[in-house]
């Protein structure tokens, strides 16, 4: 196969929702459908269950099962499909954002009984900063749930998109009749119990076809008031908008009873992104691009403790990659070669000879790679997107066993690398600050030193609002502004200037004291005034 259609065949993209929302249970009729499993209930929930509070075995079990679902691969419509896991737990939507830039599309679950939820909402503005395109599954149908045109009112001005349902449920709960598929104008009926047989996909000629009578009963007639209202309100749709990431189509169904899956797997391949292109910071890499290119997003340490190797996870932007050839380390200016590169099919993992944009790798590591870090066949450029957000969390580390400094330094540094948490130091003092976006890091992060590193550490809530970035067109504004607040300045790991609010008001306040500083949110700023000029 040429590398063209290679490329063309892969489709890369995560599934994400609120936790409870049915993602796990989605993936794995997804998975079913491709072959990648034969039995149900083989993909285990790697969420962290909310009961879980500091239950360090359960953290690291759930580890586990995280590394060998990091990474689901596989073949359906004669293309090859990589669905790419997002933990479900909130303290690690961070991995989840991260995760959205190896992307390129993504399927949205939202419970028809909850609707819209704050994950789902925060998930959905990273999705939005880089228009990732949507798909929405409304999922347990067969629970009474919310009016699907509340649903879908509510699905726009939460999530700040158009939607459009291409799949129109009648009725829910109790008396869940189906689905009409309002793109082909057929009718599933629903039959609980999980499996999809062919028979029960009616093909009508309209909504007239007086099949829907003797088969819907009363119900024919909501479902024929239901569809002229959608059809007067939306316009055919419209796959470039989608692609756009500015119309969002909506399906309904029940994952747990596999009904309205296939349809939504049949949509997606014909409609998803084949591999997009990434922004570095010489230019927009496209996967028609020979040489080699890839970037990584997320680093997952060995459980044994023995075993420091960890796997970095790659995403291929353009190029082949192969085993055992010299590939370009640009931030450490090295070369490095791989012999054992893992590729995932289902839950199984296994060595490649080589992989294509859109695939997701994982390299054995041993500490060589950070978050972010480009790989090139010798071009020195860097993959852009992988932003940092503000933490909501910060604690300082005090280290409880000064003979063991050295341990706890090399410890922070490397955890810290992978993504677990942001650090940030203030000269002042030589604090070291960690930052989450969950109270459930800083048990991991004080695990983990101990049994990993030997090095024991308390922490010390701090009173930050956040962490924000600050730039300015000239130096002595920020020296200035340094000098002003010196007890909230730190840097972080790459040694950009860091503002450690104390409230919402206080930056408002020093705004308007210092107009030419820009404060940001997240610490992809350099891309951001890039692009506003
Ligand atoms: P998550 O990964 O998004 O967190 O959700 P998950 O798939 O684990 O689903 C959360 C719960 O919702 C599970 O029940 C699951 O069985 C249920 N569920 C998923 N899809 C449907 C559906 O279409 N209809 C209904 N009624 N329920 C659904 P649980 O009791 O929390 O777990 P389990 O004991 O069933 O595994």
């Not at 997952?300 to 590939?327: T, V, W, Y």
């Not at 010798?378 to 063991?404: H, T, Y």
């Not at 030997?454 to 000098?483: G, S, Y």
Request: proline share 4%; aromatic share 10%; net charge neutral.
């Amino acid at each position: 196969m040429s590398y063209a259609e290679e490329t063309s065949k892969r489709r890369t993209f995560a599934i994400i929702s609120h936790p409870d929302a049915g993602k796990t249970t989605l993936t794995e009729k997804l998975l079913l459908f491709g072959g990648a499993i034969q039995t149900a209930g083989a993909v285990k929930s790697n969420k962290i269950r909310k009961s879980t509070s500091s239950d360090f075995m359960e953290i690291e079990r759930q580890r586990g099962i995280s590394v060998a679902t990091s990474v689901m691969g596989f073949e359906y419509n004669d293309l090859k499909i990589n669905l790419l896991d997002t933990p479900g737990h909130k303290d690690f939507a961070e991995d989840t954002y991260r995760t959205l830039t190896a992307v390129d599309s993504v399927i949205l679950v939202v419970d028809c009984v909850k609707g819209v939820e704050e994950q789902t909402e925060k998930l959905m503005n990273v999705c939005r900063m880089r228009n990732t395109p949507v798909i929405v599954f409304v999922n347990k149908l067969d629970r009474e749930g919310k009016d699907p045109f509340e649903l879908l009112d509510e699905l726009e001005m939460k999530l700040n998109i158009r939607v459009q349902p291409l799949s129109w449920p009648i009725s829910m709960g109790m008396s869940f009749k189906g689905v009409y598929n309002l793109f082909n104008k057929s009718l599933r009926l629903f039959r609980p119990g999980g499996v999809t047989v062919a028979e029960d996909v009616l093909a009508i000629t309209g909504l007239d076809d007086p099949v829907l009578d003797q088969q819907l009963g009363d119900y024919a007639l909501k479902l024929r008031e239901d569809a002229s209202l959608i059809e007067g309100a939306y316009e055919p749709f419209n796959v470039e908008r989608y692609l756009d990431g500015k119309l969002a189509p909506v399906f309904f169904g029940s994952a747990i009873n596999n009904f309205g899956v296939k349809e939504l797997l049949d949509t997606f391949t014909r409609i998803a992104p084949p591999p997009l292109g990434r922004p570095s910071n010489v230019r927009t890499v496209t996967p028609d691009e020979k040489n080699f290119t890839g970037f990584v997003f997320k680093i997952h340490a060995n459980l044994d403790p023995r075993h420091r190797d960890r796997i970095a996870f790659l995403r291929i932007c353009s190029g082949r990659f192969e085993r055992n050839k010299m590939f370009h380390h640009v931030r450490l200016d090295k070369n490095i070669r791989f012999n054992s590169p893992a590729s995932f099919l289902g839950q199984r993992k296994s060595i490649i000879d080589e992989a294509f944009p859109g695939d997701v790798i994982g390299l054995y590591d041993t500490g060589n790679f950070k978050i972010g870090d480009t790989l090139t066949e010798g071009e020195n450029l860097q993959f852009q997107g992988i932003p940092a957000f503000s933490p909501e969390i910060f604690k300082e580390l005090v280290n409880l066993d000064p003979g063991k400094s050295k341990q706890l330094a090399k410890g922070i540094e490397q955890l810290t690398d992978e993504g677990v948490a942001q650090l940030f130091t203030q000269q002042q003092g030589n604090r070291r600050i960690v930052g989450t976006v969950g109270e459930l890091q800083f048990d991991v992060i004080q695990y983990r030193l101990e049994h990993e590193y030997n090095a024991k550490c308390r922490f010390m809530r701090m009173d930050i609002h956040k962490a924000c970035w600050f730039t300015a067109e000239d130096p002595k504004v920020i020296e200035k502004f340094c000098q002003y607040r010196w007890d909230r300045i730190a840097r972080d790991k790459d040694g950009n200037l860091v503002y450690l609010a104390e409230t919402a008001w206080i930056i408002k306040s020093l705004q308007q004291d210092f107009p030419d500083i820009r404060f940001h949110y997240t610490s992809e700023f350099k891309r951001e005034m890039q692009e506003t000029g």
